[in-house]
């Protein structure tokens, strides 16, 4: 009975005794390739996004850049419109100055021969012989008249203009003559008498500006300033430089007023 019993325990023990399989498969390792690719994507993906970020600069950099190009073209046209007018207002400039220079080299000369005598505007005396201007048009007399002023012949280029205003008083060349009489004694400093007539073309003519009628108002309501300026009345002076610019802004007199406020101190 007892070697029955350990027969049929001996086999039992055995099999315990036989060990279980152990699983000493290493887990799988990630090869250089795989990491290779895995720093690529990195890389790629930190490409793409600095690539994000340069574009959005790079579009704020060309607003910028447009804007800047916009603002250069507005100030060239600026600089040009600011040439053409300075190029306007030194045309003006040499015409009002025409019968100045002419007039100081008179002066000169008869400062030379008399040097007693002040500088004055002289009237015209009986040497002084009325130009012949029977049945003659208003246009040939102001032609005489400017020629005669360029010439250095006052007295005779004023006796010219005074007869066209009596004889044409409609005409278109009456404020011209008007105007150019107040240059010839705003040319020797008689800044009263100058006055009186620049007055004259500003009160008569204003109504026709701008027609040829009435074209020498600004330039008139300019000297007009200047002549009391000259009288050391500097507050009329800026009043009506202020008057100049307002009524009549586009003009290059209105340009020129501008600088004669700033020399004011306005």
């Known amino acids: 009975m007892k070697k029955l019993i350990a027969a049929a325990v001996f086999p039992l023990l055995l099999a315990g005794c036989v060990q279980q399989p152990v699983n000493t498969t290493p887990a799988p390792q990630k090869s250089a390739y795989d990491k290779k690719l895995e720093e690529l994507e990195r890389r790629v993906s930190e490409i793409e996004a600095k690539t994000v970020q340069n574009s959005a600069q790079i579009k704020t950099l060309n607003e910028r850049v447009a ?61 002084v012989q009325t130009p012949e201007v029977i049945n003659v048009s208003d246009e040939d007399i102001y032609k005489k008249a400017f020629n005669a002023m360029e010439s250095g012949e006052l007295d005779t280029a004023r006796i010219l203009f005074e007869t066209l205003v009596k004889r044409y008083p409609d005409s278109p060349l009456a404020d011209n003559s008007l105007y150019w009489i107040g240059e010839i004694f705003y040319s020797h400093g008689d800044y009263a008498t100058a006055l009186d007539y620049f007055k004259k073309v500003v009160d008569n003519y204003s109504k026709y500006y701008p027609s040829p009628k009435g074209n020498k108002v600004p330039a008139a309501l300019l000297k007009e300033a200047l002549c009391y300026k000259g009288l050391g009345d500097n507050a009329k002076a800026k009043q009506l430089l202020k008057q100049l610019i307002s009524k009549y802004p586009s003009t290059n007199e209105a340009a020129i007023a501008k600088v004669k406020l700033m020399e004011l101190g306005d």
């Not at 073209?73 to 019968?99: F, G």
């Open 67 to 127: 804007r800047v190009e916009d603002r250069l073209v507005e100030d060239e046209k600026d600089i040009y419109e600011l040439k053409k007018s300075s190029e306007q207002t030194q045309k003006i400039l040499k015409e009002i100055t025409v019968s100045a220079k002419s007039a100081v080299q008179s002066t000169n000369q008869t400062a030379q021969q008399t040097p007693e005598e002040p500088t004055t505007v002289e009237q015209p005396t009986s040497e």
